[in-house]
């Protein structure tokens, strides 16, 4: 049964639990490495740790944003974006809050007569001085099939 | 290099995108979605035998150009819209051009269209703010 509508507005607002996740060299050198990028220098975190730390960190996990979701079949999440903003770079063995929630749920309708449900969550992360470093905003869509007529 | 409106960011080409890369993906990511690790699984999407790359590693590719244009700290922004699948053994090229440069004394920033592509398709296509060195 597709998630109702009532449901899926309901999570507009929903907190993450919020916590602390640090980036270890080891899973930044693998994950760089499935870029195919070099290794970075200085401690960097490459760019994309923004999509997982900020998840992991928050005390959520993409297997409860699918949860929360109602997401059932294979192939019915789709990702429509990212805004990824950076205001320090990431870096390898700082401790980061993450503190975010889910701002945006609307069912909607393609052009072929799909209902979808566009899901949006937004984690900001926070250095040891409480500075921010980073906010992750993720749209997602949730396919639900066809209108019953 | 001047880096200017109108500036061609050079292009970063990636000759075959690697499933193998996927699944060590999705341990890091904690992603139980399927469709980034069996092949077979994704018959009923239309594309057995084939993996779906992870919307993050797609964006890489763009994230590798603009570091490699500008230097390893260099990006401030990214907003991307993902308009297509890139799936595993697809040859890629990300690309993007300068079109607004900002700024004051002790900043300068650097707004660029970004787009990866496959065979002229794009997969994915958006902005980035990008910080300039200061003369």
């Not at chain 1, 760019?47 to 699918?66: K, V």
Request: proline residues 4%; contains cysteine; negative net charge.
């Amino acid at each position: 049964m597709t998630a109702s509508e009532e449901y899926m507005m309901s999570l507009v607002g929903h907190k993450f639990p919020g916590g602390k996740r640090t980036i270890a060299h080891w899973e930044n050198f693998l994950l760089t490495d499935c870029t195919t990028s070099p290794q970075l220098k200085n401690g960097l975190a490459h760019p994309i740790a923004l999509f997982h730390i900020p998840i992991q960190g928050a005390q959520t996990s993409i297997t409860e944003l699918f949860e929360l979701g109602k997401v059932k079949d294979v192939g019915s999440v789709g990702l429509d974006g990212y805004d990824w903003e950076y205001f320090q770079p990431l870096r390898e063995e700082v401790e980061y809050r993450c503190d975010g929630e889910i701002i945006e749920v609307e069912r909607r309708l393609t052009k072929s007569g799909k209902i979808y449900d566009r899901f949006v969550f937004s984690i900001e992360l926070y250095d040891e001085e409480n500075q921010p470093v980073a906010k992750a905003t993720s749209f997602w869509r949730l396919r639900r099939g066809r209108v019953e007529s | 290099m001047k880096v200017e409106v109108g500036t061609q960011i050079p292009s970063l080409e990636i000759p075959s995108v690697d499933a193998q890369k996927m699944k060590t993906m999705a341990a890091l990511l904690r992603d139980p979605y399927p469709i980034h690790w069996d092949a077979e699984g994704n018959e009923k999407m239309g594309i057995k035998g084939k993996v779906v790359n992870q919307g993050p590693l797609n964006l890489s590719y763009l994230v590798n150009m603009l570091m490699q244009w500008q230097g390893q700290d260099c990006i401030r922004r990214l907003t991307v819209d993902f308009t297509g699948w890139v799936l595993g053994g697809d040859g890629l090229s990300a690309s993007g051009k300068v079109i607004e440069i900002h700024g004051d004394a002790d900043t300068k920033l650097a707004r660029c269209e970004i787009w990866l592509e496959r065979q002229g398709e794009r997969l994915l296509e958006g902005e980035a703010i990008i910080a300039l060195p200061v003369n």
